[in-house]
């Protein structure tokens, strides 16, 4: 299972500061991640653009692109923009 640990204002926002998962087969990369979440509902939606983040794979800040497996910790860090 995937580590997704959620820092910043997230916790607030999306109501959980960590989860783990199984990543579907449509979900390779920290972007598919996110596309994935983000259909959860609103707070996802509008918490979770990728403008606003910054990420960490198994402790090392990487892109968007970067594949991911069910292994992996994923670190989503709100930039801390505020609420919309």
């Keep these: 299972m995937a580590k997704i640990l959620y820092f910043g204002d997230l916790p607030d926002r999306i ?3 960590a989860e783990e ?20 509902g609103a707070a996802w939606s509008d918490s979770l653009q990728d403008d606003r983040l910054t990420i960490t794979i198994n402790k ?5 692109d970067h594949p991911i497996t069910d ?5 989503l860090i709100s930039k801390g923009l505020g609420r919309s």
Aim: charged share 35%; no cysteine; aromatic share 10%.
């Design 60 to 64: 090392e800040f990487l892109d968007l």
């Design 21 to 40: 998962l199984f990543l579907p087969k449509t979900v390779s990369t920290t972007r598919g991640l996110l596309k994935y979440l983000r259909e959860r």
């Design 15 to 17: 109501g959980r500061g």
């Design 71 to 75: 292994q992996d910790e994923i670190a």
